[in-house]
């Protein structure tokens, strides 16, 4: 169990806004449609929920050891195992790059989760530097005491 | 002994995996679990059950709960692991293709388990692999 954390990456990931960018303009999911271009698929009523921080993996079990619930999860996988792990996780929003959507099934599943799934042309390179630049920043990963950082 | 429940899980099954765990963390909110211990539970509940699907010949997972800690142990029929140390490294992974398009197979999956719970033992040999996390509910 994780009790005592310390943070890395704070400087790049964190905190840390670029001159001129001091004021957070990443503030809701709406922000973030907007920022992307993107289309919401599911979960519309729930686009003024607060963003907190944001991660961009395809591989679950990475998201499953670093995110938590106030993280946006971008990727370009498109199978149930991605609901899946937002449920375990309590995650409120996904974003799928290059235009990939999920099939209803996974919709339905997200809609009984209350997320909100929205899709990008972007590329999740593209669509992460887009938010970054509009403030948005990374998760910071969360070092149990007694691990060394790579 | 507040609830025993008994999951049988499929090796290969990628359509259902992730179901027990479902269930499982449904189960821990009705009883009032919330906030980080849920979180930790539900995660390695995830990672063990995609492990018993990914590199088991099948098994079972189970959850117990009295007032003060939620166990999860997960027993399969093998092949085993032939070297824990290797397989908690984190990174390291033998999990095959399939496995690894689904989203897995990122070599995270011990480690992950490891550290979100509070007890952790395992235990391995070509007859089967037992796995037992234990998870406090009240801070020591």
Redesign the interface.
Known sequence: ??RSLKTAGTAINGQGLSPGNEELLMKTIADMVKVLHARVLCGEEYLDRPVGTACCS?????V??FV??KTVLITG?T????V??A????LKCLVFARGKIPTAEMLAQAQSQDLVVMTTRETAFTACGLLYEAGLRGVPIEW?EGEEEA | MIIHREYPVQAGD??T??EA??DI?RNLKQLGVSGKVL??V??A???VELNLVIHSLGGVLMLDVDSDRVVLESKDIGPGIPDIDLAMREGYSTANEEAR?????????L??MK????TFSIASSPAGTCITMG??LKEQ
Request: charged fraction near 20%; aromatic fraction near 8%; charge should be negative.
């Open positions: 169990m994780i395809d591989l679950m079990s990475d499953l050891a938590n619930e996988l199978n149930p195992h991605v899946r792990t449920d375990m996780l309590d149990p | 990628y359509i995996a992730g765990s479902a963390k979180k930790c539900s995660v509940s995830y990672e398009n689904q989203g897995f197979g990122a070599g995270m999956g480690p992950n550290r979100n719970a509070d998870f406090n």
